[in-house]
């Protein structure tokens, strides 16, 4: 017979580790148990996962990692501009426009893991054009100079 984990078990495992168990009441091996890492990030993870190894989405780099600060300063790396507002999460669906004014909606992980580019199609065309035209040039000035 398999004998119940308790709350006081896994406050005891958690510290071992150096975190912090915030939760008070353990009901079943599916609950979310809300965590404070070393470095005082809050994170949920069921007790499973924490035995399995998932520490802080924070410190790890698995969260989203992305503030609307660094939504803004990618896009404008890119020469597009964010037009939604308020920034919650890695899937939510952004309004933006692309370098040439065109309006494009896509999430940021689509963007992040996907694509190479926020692009619209015109503006992708036209930059694997100048691309090919400028490999092009670069090897006829090699040949023929």
């Not at 071992?16 to 949920?44: A, M, V």
């Not at 370098?99 to 580019?117: A, E, V, W, Y």
């Not at 036209?126 to 090699?142: C, F, I, P, T």
Request: net charge positive; with cysteine.
């Amino acid at each position: 017979m398999r004998v119940r984990t308790d709350i006081n078990f896994i406050k005891s495992y958690c510290e071992d580790y150096g975190y912090e168990l915030i939760t008070t009441e353990y009901k079943n091996q599916k609950q979310k148990l809300e965590l404070r890492c070393p470095k005082s990030h809050l994170y949920s993870v069921t007790f499973n996962n924490f035995k399995r190894g998932d520490r802080c989405t924070t410190c790890s780099g698995k969260g989203s990692g992305f503030t609307k600060l660094d939504v803004q300063e990618w896009f404008s790396d890119r020469k597009c501009e964010l037009v939604t507002k308020e920034y919650m999460h890695q899937k939510q669906l952004l309004d933006y426009l692309c370098k040439c004014g065109t309006p494009m909606k896509n999430t940021m992980q689509r963007l992040r893991n996907f694509s190479k580019d926020p692009y619209c199609l015109k503006c992708r065309r036209s930059d694997a054009k100048n691309q090919r035209r400028d490999d092009a040039n670069e090897l006829l000035s090699k040949i023929w100079f």
